[in-house]
């Protein structure tokens, strides 16, 4: 799997923003779909205010905000919530180590994963990454098709409910892909 390839694609479905923020399954959120479990997490992450270091306190209060903030917001709704900024190369970092973690669980999950061609395994870590390696072990008859090699029946059976058109689109081509891998 080509980790660049893979950021690029996160940055553009999953977006790409330096304040904290509900995604769309209501976790507090940074960059391009780093989850933060708890105000403690946040106050250990890099964060700055107008170009000076935050305090962990400062981060731990734009967390409470954006959590007691409704769901369903586009991040920008956000943004007037939070004082708190990270900057791209954190976020980058944070990135990196998310993609190696997540690739790491889905190697463990998936028995086959090291036998499947790059662009099935950028498909199902898109997958994956988006609903969670649970929500992904939901598609049975995809993974089925997958163990099976039959990337035209994982490309049908990939679409996800509540993702835009252009992302399960993007994820289907890439089991289509496979094929020819």
């Keep these: ?22 995604c769309t399954g209501g976790e507090v959120t940074i960059g391009a779909g780093h989850a933060i479990p708890a105000a403690a997490d946040a106050a250990k992450l890099s964060w700055s205010i107008g170009g000076t270091a935050a ?11 954006v959590a007691a903030a409704p769901i369903g917001w586009v991040a920008g709704g956000y943004e007037n919530l939070t004082q708190c900024r ?17 690739e790491a669980k889905l190697a463990a999950t998936l028995p086959g994963w090291a036998s499947y061609p790059e662009p ?6 898109d997958m994956g990454y988006n609903l969670g390696v649970g929500g992904l072990l939901k598609f049975r008859q ?12 994982a490309a049908a059976q990939c679409h996800r409910m509540g993702i835009g058109d252009a992302r399960n689109r993007e ?10 891998a």
């Design 142 to 153: 995809l993974l089925a098709a997958v163990d099976a090699g039959q990337w035209s029946t």
């Design 1 to 22: 799997m080509t980790s660049a390839s893979v950021i690029a694609r996160l940055k553009e479905f999953e977006g790409y923003v330096s304040y904290m923020y509900r």
């Design 120 to 125: 099935a395994q950028e498909a199902l870590f």
């Design 86 to 102: 990270m900057s791209a190369d954190d976020i980058d970092a944070l990135l990196r180590a998310d993609i190696a973690l997540f």
């Design 171 to 180: 994820t289907a081509n890439l089991f289509l892909r496979a094929a020819g």
């Design 55 to 65: 305090t962990p306190e400062q981060a731990q209060s734009d967390f409470a905000r």
